[in-house]
T-cell receptor, first 113, second 115 residues
Framework: QKEVEQDPGPLSVPEGAIVSLNCTYS??????FMWYRQYSRKGPELLMY????GNKEDGRFTAQVDKSSKYISLFIRDSQPSDSATYLC?????????????FGKGTTLSVSS | GAVVSQHPSRVICKSGTSVKIECRSL??????MFWYRQFPKQSLMLMAT?????????EQGVEKDKFLINHASLTLSTLTVTSAHPEDSSFYIC???????????FGEGSWLTVV
């Protein structure tokens, strides 16, 4: 079983829709959870960073972590065509410099106008 | 703006030659830098972790003599692909971890094509 599972999609939604992206993981020691957005042929861009369980909101984006279920989500409200990208979840056991992130495969999202 | 700069963004080289990719942290000291490789429609695969002033730690299956990593300063790490072959063609991405809350930031990536 892979450490981090993420449905690669593709996921297609109309503009304005609410998007839900999810990852599951098996390592209960993970405490730090991140979502990255990657446009085609570009490096990943950090979107959200959360520690332990709970919700974190930033504009149209909400990150949710449920450690009991080993499940994390990213919600995008009022989705825009510019949100079309691949979204990667990532996680680590510590926040210490030098700790590598474990990535999901990424979910490709397409928002049509 | 970008906090990690990667250069070149795209390079084409002949089979058998070596190629160097640079990764620079801007405005912060990167105690640790990571090198990833990404094939089309695949996730990022960690190749190696480099700490300033010490040897890189390579992931299992990554040839250290083929992928030379140097982290000579707190703002610069380089990846040299030696004796490149067409199967080395890929998207190489670096990331840097420093003292901005230990958040990891990525470079823009470098597309390597070996012909």
């Amino acid at each position: 079983q892979k450490e981090v599972e993420q449905d690669p999609g593709p996921l297609s939604v109309p503009e304005g829709a609410i998007v839900s992206l999810n990852c599951t993981y098996s390592n209960s020691a993970f405490q730090y959870f991140m979502w990255y957005r990657q446009y085609s042929r570009k490096g990943p861009e950090l979107l959200m960073y959360t520690y332990s369980s709970g919700n974190k909101e930033d504009g149209r984006f909400t990150a949710q972590v449920d450690k009991s279920s080993k499940y994390i989500s990213l919600f995008i409200r009022d989705s825009q065509p510019s949100d079309s990208a691949t979204y990667l979840c990532a996680m680590s056991e510590t926040s210490q410099a030098g700790t590598a992130l474990i990535f999901g495969k990424g979910t490709t999202l397409s928002v049509s106008s | 703006g970008a906090v990690v700069s990667q250069h070149p963004s795209r390079v084409i080289c002949k089979s058998g030659t070596s190629v160097k990719i640079e990764c620079r942290s801007l405005d912060f000291q990167a105690t640790t830098m990571f090198w990833y490789r990404q094939f089309p429609k695949q996730s990022l695969m960690l190749m190696a972790t480099s700490n300033e002033g010490s040897k890189a730690t390579y992931e299992q299956g990554v040839e250290k003599d083929k992928f030379l990593i140097n982290h000579a300063s707190l703002t610069l790490s380089t990846l040299t692909v030696t004796s490149a072959h067409p199967e080395d063609s890929s998207f190489y991405i670096c990331s840097a971890s420093g003292r901005i809350g230990n958040t990891i930031y990525f470079g823009e990536g470098s597309w390597l094509t070996v012909v």
